[in-house]
């Protein structure tokens, strides 16, 4: 019998809310189980296009909206075979944002519509669960300074909340909210319950395409 496909399993959510933390810790804790399990990140910026990408963050190169928006989405598009790849091996690949920081942070501009900032990321792979890590702009106030980076503004962070919460409203995406406002452990525990529920009913399924 061939081996069961691994789940994609993605984290969102504004910052400060323990997205990369929680990843690692996801995948440590499926690893340790006996689940390989791999972290991707989003933008990857060791690529050439994620260098430019890590430039415009950074603060050291300007791009227009619109390119750097597709830089982003074409970032996702070239890891495709590679994720395709590993969860065709039995995989489950945990990824640090996705099409929905896309879509979410685009948006969240001056002149741009939630339905074209989708657009190009249309078919990407679909993940199978898609965890929200909620917290409340006040409580991510309190987890300390902002960085230097573009769009780390707690404006510019409630906006993309708002684009989130519609993103949120779409019920061909799993999504599941977790509240990050506990502890550590809390949080990773939910996040654990979720992952494995997914990567459960994810091995009897076809890997699905995203927003279509
Ligand atoms: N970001 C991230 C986008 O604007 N579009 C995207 O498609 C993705 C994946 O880049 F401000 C933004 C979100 C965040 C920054 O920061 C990346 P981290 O710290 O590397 O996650």
């Known amino acids: 019998m061939a081996c069961k496909r691994g789940a994609l399993i993605v984290l969102e959510g504004v910052d ?7 990843c690692k810790k996801l995948v ?10 791999e972290m991707m990140r989003f933008p990857d910026r060791t690529t050439t296009i994620g260098q430019l990408i890590s ?18 989405s074409a970032n996702r598009w ?30 969240a501009k001056p002149g741009f519509c939630l339905d074209w900032c989708m657009k190009p990321d249309v ?15 006040s409580e991510a106030a309190l ?3 902002f960085g230097e980076e573009r769009y780390e503004t707690s404006v510019f962070q409630r906006a993309v909340q708002q684009k989130f919460e ?5 019920p ?18 939910s996040i654990m319950d979720h992952s494995l529920n997914a990567i459960n009913t994810a091995q009897d399924q076809l890997l699905g395409e995203l927003w279509k």
């Open 123 to 137: 078919g990407l792979p679909k993940p199978d669960l898609v965890m929200f890590l909620q917290l409340s702009p």
């Open 28 to 37: 440590q804790a499926l690893q340790q189980s006996g689940r390989p399990a």
């Open 172 to 189: 061909s995406v799993n999504w599941q909210v977790i509240d990050a406002s506990q502890n550590i452990e809390g949080v990773h525990n």
């Open 55 to 72: 430039a415009y963050l950074e603060k050291k190169s300007e791009l227009e909206d619109h390119t750097v928006h597709l830089l982003f």
């Open 78 to 107: 070239e890891m495709v075979p590679s994720m395709k790849k590993k969860l065709d091996q039995g995989i489950t690949l945990v990824v640090d944002r996705y099409a929905f920081s896309g879509a979410a942070f685009t948006s």
């Open 143 to 145: 987890r300390g300074q």
């Open 16 to 22: 400060k809310a323990g997205k990369t933390t929680q």
């Open 166 to 170: 519609q993103l949120m409203k779409d």
